[in-house]
């Protein structure tokens, strides 16, 4: 069995695959002041509500954007799965070309969402992935990853318009009714949601201009059915892409590892 990881800057995601399905997924807080025990003891502890013996996992595949969390899941796997992960990262064998100026810039978890998402389609692709940060990645026909954009995600926009402007609350996330509101916490759910509704939705058009193409658009992250749900630009929804995706590069790097 495989253990995979995603950590984001706000969640980690935990898979574990039997051969090519994945049988349990889990998403918890990212905290980087989690020590080496912390951690093993929550995995393992999720293991058990399922019943999966830590024993038969055989292999780990780890993508991380927190360097001080990524030295913790790698004492991790030794300590409590005897196990060396395979880190995405330079070096790995992905299976697709990386056009980036810098390829050691590009993020691991929008390269594994990029492998995930062509070898489910193998078309022109723009992936969209709803985390701290709102990236837009392109793929091309050939499968070779051309590269993307960044944004701000929307929780990290939320936060600052709440953290700036000091007579503005903190108000809940939903899709409202209405785009012009009545009120003040009205006004800031329909600017954000249709906002970035909006955002998604020109960004797509952009890069279709810009690359004269007509690719699919896959939307992953703890938000993508949220924004979905409205966008005209987004042709599917798969939450768990990274994980697939992890899944995929583990495979491809099998052989490297024996």
């Known amino acids: 069995m495989l253990l995979v990881i995603d950590v984001g800057n706000t969640t980690t995601s935990?898979?574990?695959?039997?051969?090519?399905?994945?049988?349990?997924?889990?998403?918890?807080?990212?905290?980087?002041?989690?020590?080496?025990?912390?951690?093993?003891?929550?995995?393992?502890?999720?293991f058990s509500f399922h019943d999966i013996k830590s024993e038969r996992?055989?292999?780990?595949?780890?993508?991380?954007?927190?360097?001080?969390?990524?030295?913790?899941?790698?004492?991790?796997?030794?300590?409590?799965?005897?196990?060396?992960?395979?880190?995405?990262?330079p070096g790995v064998k992905t299976g697709m070309p990386i056009f980036y100026d810098n390829p050691a810039e590009v993020g691991a978890d929008r390269i594994v969402n990029s492998v995930a998402a062509y070898e489910q389609y193998r078309q022109e692709l723009i992936v969209i992935d709803f985390g701290t940060a709102t990236t837009f990645d392109f793929i091309s026909a050939k499968g070779e990853y051309i590269g993307g954009a960044i944004v701000p995600g929307i929780g990290i926009s939320m936060e600052a318009l709440f953290q700036r402007a000091s007579k503005l609350p903190r108000v809940e996330l939903i899709n409202p009714k209405v785009v012009i509101g009545r009120n003040t916490i009205q006004s800031i759910q329909s600017g954000i949601f249709y906002g970035y509704v909006g955002l998604v939705d020109d960004m797509v058009r952009r890069i279709k201009r810009e690359t004269n193409s007509d690719p699919k658009v896959v939307a992953t992250g703890g938000l993508a059915r949220f924004i979905a749900s409205e966008s005209k630009a987004i042709h599917e929804v798969d939450e768990l892409l990274t994980l697939k995706g992890l899944q995929i590069v583990y495979k491809r790097n099998l052989s490297k590892r024996r």
Do not use: K
């Open 57 to 89: 996992i055989d292999g780990i595949a780890i993508s991380c954007v927190v360097p001080s969390v990524f030295t913790i899941l790698e004492e991790v796997a030794d300590r409590y799965f005897h196990l060396r992960p395979l880190v995405i990262g």
């Open 14 to 46: 935990f898979g574990v695959f039997e051969e090519d399905e994945l049988r349990h997924h889990w998403r918890i807080m990212t905290q980087s002041e989690r020590t080496v025990d912390e951690f093993g003891i929550l995995i393992c502890n999720l």
